[in-house]
């Protein structure tokens, strides 16, 4: 469950039309979430599965696909927002993130202009915008939070992406507060679980504990975040469900507890997680040992820029493909 006495929230990574209507209030009523996430793969999943879109598809027939999407994901993202809204008003959560066109991850300027867009037409202050950390991610990223807009910056997985982010952040906060804007905040979305998933089995092979450089990492990113110590934007940890049987599931939740934080996951890991007993703070981790564990990946011969690489090239390439997959059955409805 969320721990609001350290500032650690949990966040439900899932967004469907019927599960608004009741079981996500009771989620948040329970306090076991205080906000929540989307993504263009969990719409995709959704709307294919979900007969709660058929009769607001009906009045979309002759729009194209992606005024379709935005159509039926922003009905959502504002339902999700209306409940959410109590929460945001009484604490630095309640928020709801919905991204930007994945195709839009390297153009600065069609990336704000889409922004400003779909806030304006979802109309709450708790709206999210998600945003690749690419380099025309982070410009977006400043000038939509000096707009008053609040950033989800997606798909980090390198220390050098996380300083960028807050970098622009910052200067993005700075420059809303000398203008007057309102409140804002951001996160700084770190994926943890693709690192695992990607290197355990070389680990393994060289002698070294599989499991744990994600956790690394994400521990590396928060300690800079916190030890710059600016109240209004978070960690928040993202891929965090286990794939397979050989961890347990809530895993990447317990191990990364820690003050000042988030976790967004899907209901499963969730109610996993609040079956466990181990509900301890897990973070920071001290700097000398995650240097260590990274300067003996590095003398077993792991290049962790070419890892870093590699993970967000492909994980832009899976977010557009999701998109693009989505827009195509879209066609057919």
């Given at each position: 469950?969320?721990?609001r006495d350290?500032?650690?929230s949990?966040w439900?990574d899932?967004?469907?039309?019927d599960y608004?209507?009741d079981?996500?209030?009771k989620?948040l009523a329970?306090?076991?979430?205080t906000?929540?996430?989307?993504?263009?793969a969990i719409?995709?999943?959704?709307?294919?599965?979900?007969?709660?879109?058929?009769?607001q598809?009906?009045?979309?027939?002759?729009?194209?696909?992606?005024?379709?999407?935005e159509a039926l994901?922003?009905?959502d993202?504002?339902?999700?927002a209306t409940?959410?809204?109590?929460y945001?008003?009484d604490s630095?959560?309640?928020?709801?993130s919905?991204?930007v066109?994945p195709?839009?991850?390297?153009n600065?300027?069609?990336?704000?202009?889409e922004?400003r867009?779909?806030?304006?037409?979802i109309?709450?202050?708790?709206?999210?915008i998600k945003?690749p950390a690419?380099?025309?991610?982070?410009?977006a990223?400043?000038?939509?939070?000096?707009d008053g807009?609040?950033i989800?910056?997606?798909?980090?997985f390198?220390?050098?992406?996380?300083r960028?982010?807050?970098?622009?952040?910052?200067?993005?906060?700075a420059?809303?507060?000398?203008?007057g804007?309102?409140?804002?905040?951001?996160v700084i979305?770190v994926?943890?679980?693709?690192?695992?998933?990607?290197?355990d089995?070389?680990?393994?092979?060289s002698?070294?504990?599989?499991h744990k450089?994600?956790?690394?990492?994400?521990?590396?990113i928060?300690?800079?975040?916190?030890?710059?110590?600016?109240?209004?934007i978070?960690?928040?940890?993202?891929?965090?469900s286990?794939?397979?049987d050989?961890?347990?599931?809530?895993?990447?939740v317990?191990e990364?507890?820690?003050?000042?934080?988030?976790?967004?996951?899907?209901?499963?890991?969730?109610?996993?997680?609040?079956?466990?007993k181990?509900?301890?703070?897990a973070?920071?981790i001290?700097?000398?040992?995650?240097?260590?564990y990274?300067t003996?990946?590095?003398d077993?011969g792991?290049?962790?820029?070419e890892i870093?690489?590699e993970?967000?090239n492909?994980g832009?390439?899976?977010?557009e493909?999701?998109?693009n997959?989505?827009?195509?059955?879209?066609?057919?409805?």
């Amino acid at each position: 469950m969320a721990n609001r006495d350290i500032g650690f929230s949990l966040w439900l990574d899932f967004i469907e039309r019927d599960y608004l209507k009741d079981d996500f209030g009771k989620l948040l009523a329970n306090g076991v979430v205080t906000g929540a996430t989307s993504n263009p793969a969990i719409f995709a999943s959704a709307i294919s599965k979900s007969p709660a879109y058929k009769e607001q598809l009906k009045t979309l027939e002759g729009k194209s696909p992606k005024e379709k999407y935005e159509a039926l994901a922003i009905e959502d993202i504002k339902r999700a927002a209306t409940i959410l809204e109590p929460y945001y008003y009484d604490s630095n959560d309640g928020y709801i993130s919905i991204e930007v066109d994945p195709s839009l991850a390297n153009n600065a300027k069609a990336t704000v202009a889409e922004a400003r867009r779909l806030f304006k037409a979802i109309g709450k202050p708790n709206v999210m915008i998600k945003i690749p950390a690419t380099q025309a991610g982070y410009e977006a990223m400043s000038e939509l939070m000096a707009d008053g807009i609040s950033i989800n910056a997606t798909l980090v997985f390198s220390p050098k992406q996380a300083r960028q982010c807050f970098t622009a952040m910052t200067k993005g906060i700075a420059k809303g507060e000398a203008d007057g804007s309102c409140r804002v905040e951001g996160v700084i979305s770190v994926f943890v679980s693709r690192f695992d998933r990607l290197l355990d089995n070389e680990l393994e092979q060289s002698g070294i504990t599989p499991h744990k450089t994600g956790i690394y990492n994400a521990a590396k990113i928060y300690n800079m975040v916190e030890n710059n110590n600016i109240s209004n934007i978070r960690t928040l940890f993202a891929s965090t469900s286990v794939k397979g049987d050989n961890l347990p599931a809530d895993y990447y939740v317990t191990e990364l507890i820690a003050p000042h934080s988030i976790n967004t996951t899907p209901l499963d890991t969730i109610n996993s997680y609040l079956g466990t007993k181990n509900k301890n703070i897990a973070l920071p981790i001290e700097d000398n040992i995650i240097n260590g564990y990274f300067t003996n990946l590095k003398d077993n011969g792991f290049d962790m820029d070419e890892i870093y690489k590699e993970l967000l090239n492909d994980g832009l390439k899976a977010f557009e493909d999701a998109f693009n997959n989505m827009l195509k059955e879209l066609e057919e409805k």
